[in-house]
């Protein structure tokens, strides 16, 4: 992995130049640009509905652009797969029913013009056991591991994965990652669309927001999480809570009290603070943080929506 922006010269992995993409009267896809670069493991987040596997599916030839353009290593998509240089893991599809696991990841590597040897592959995705086993016998997260082996069937330059991780164990989700950091890690890029905001946070080294098929925040999750301004505020009260003179203080996006304890979160942590000792009450184990992932995530979002309504 590397957080090493390349050369503004350098022909990026992938170009979205001003892309749209509407279903009826639905925007997926929104006058999106951006540029993906060689070894960067990037997050794609956004609501339900934000345009994420649409976005996915216009970078693999599955979709056309209304408008707009999309490049993959300096060409169309498809001229991108047919030379080997994308493996892509979507959230369904792409396995056969009847036939057994082995089979599909040896159909799989004939067809990848860089291809490893299928038991490697098997290895690697920890599927060895169950190679002999009907595609349509899999558990929810067997049949993901399958995929994920068919997206690392070759040596692909740039890997795609939409929610690779649902339905994976815990165990299996680690050794996942553990993977895709190989990948990355071997100067790899790796694209992945998911719900899991720890995930993202742990694993990307980029992150793009994306709210009704627009870009609405590009940059590391620690950017992302100061980006949304707001901070954690926790401490203890003793005896009675006054929880509508809590709520009068000010710059508070939301108040929680449970028991003798206060969460706050405040676009201004100073002057809250400086508020809350005015209110005369001697707050016990104060503590101020950032916000995590998720609460930014949750507080650009649902600050995008406010200024839409
Ligand atoms: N084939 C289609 N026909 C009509 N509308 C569609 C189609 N595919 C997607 N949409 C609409 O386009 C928008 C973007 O959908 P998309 O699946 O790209 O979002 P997403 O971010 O991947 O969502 P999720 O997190 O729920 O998977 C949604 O409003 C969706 O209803």
């Known amino acids: 992995m590397t957080t090493t922006a390349a050369p503004a010269t350098a022909t990026p992995v992938v170009g979205f130049d001003q892309v749209t993409k509407t279903y009826g009267s639905v925007r997926a896809v929104d006058g999106l640009s951006l540029a993906l670069h060689p070894g960067e493991t990037v997050a794609l987040l956004g609501p339900n509905g934000a345009g994420k596997s649409t976005t996915l599916d216009l970078l693999l030839g599955l979709k056309n652009a209304d408008s707009g353009t999309?490049?993959?290593?300096?060409?169309?998509?498809?001229?991108?797969?047919?030379a080997g240089r994308v493996g892509a893991m979507l959230?369904?599809?792409?396995?056969?029913?009847?036939?057994?696991?082995?089979?599909?990841?040896?159909?799989?590597?004939?067809?990848?013009?860089?291809?490893?040897?299928?038991?490697?592959?098997?290895?690697?995705?920890?599927?060895?056991?169950?190679?002999?086993?009907?595609?349509?016998?899999?558990?929810?997260?067997?049949?993901?591991?399958?995929?994920?082996?068919?997206?690392?069937?070759?040596?692909?330059?740039?890997?795609?994965?939409?929610?690779?991780?649902?339905?994976?164990?815990?165990?299996?989700?680690?050794?996942?990652?553990?993977?895709?950091?190989?990948?990355?890690?071997?100067?790899?890029?790796?694209?992945?669309?998911t719900h899991y905001l720890e995930e993202a946070d742990a694993i990307a080294d980029r992150v793009l927001v994306l709210h009704r098929g627009r870009l609405l925040a590009d940059g590391t999750a620690a950017e992302i999480k100061a980006k949304a301004g707001a901070r954690r505020i926790a401490f203890d009260l003793e005896g009675a809570i006054d929880e509508a003179a809590?709520?009068?203080?000010?710059?508070?996006?939301?108040?929680?009290?449970?028991?003798?304890?206060?969460?706050?979160?405040?676009?201004?942590?100073?002057?809250?603070?400086?508020?809350?000792?005015?209110?005369?009450?001697?707050?016990?184990?104060?503590?101020?943080?950032?916000?995590?992932?998720e609460q930014a995530f949750v507080a650009i979002t649902q600050a995008e929506e406010a200024k839409q309504s």
């Open 91 to 193: 959230q369904s599809g792409g396995l056969m029913d009847e036939v057994t696991v082995g089979e599909m990841v040896k159909l799989a590597c004939s067809l990848h013009p860089k291809a490893y040897k299928a038991a490697d592959v098997m290895a690697r995705a920890g599927i060895t056991q169950i190679a002999d086993r009907k595609v349509n016998k899999l558990s929810g997260g067997q049949s993901q591991r399958v995929r994920f082996a068919l997206a690392t069937a070759g040596d692909s330059d740039l890997i795609i994965l939409d929610e690779p991780t649902t339905g994976m164990d815990v165990s299996a989700r680690q050794a996942f990652w553990a993977t895709m950091r190989e990948q990355a890690d071997q100067g790899r890029t790796v694209l992945f669309a």
């Open 246 to 293: 809590l709520r009068a203080l000010p710059f508070l996006t939301s108040v929680d009290v449970s028991g003798q304890t206060v969460r706050i979160q405040s676009s201004d942590a100073d002057a809250t603070v400086h508020a809350l000792y005015g209110l005369g009450v001697y707050p016990r184990n104060l503590e101020v943080a950032g916000l995590g992932l």
């Open 70 to 82: 999309v490049n993959v290593f300096g060409t169309s998509p498809r001229e991108a797969i047919v």
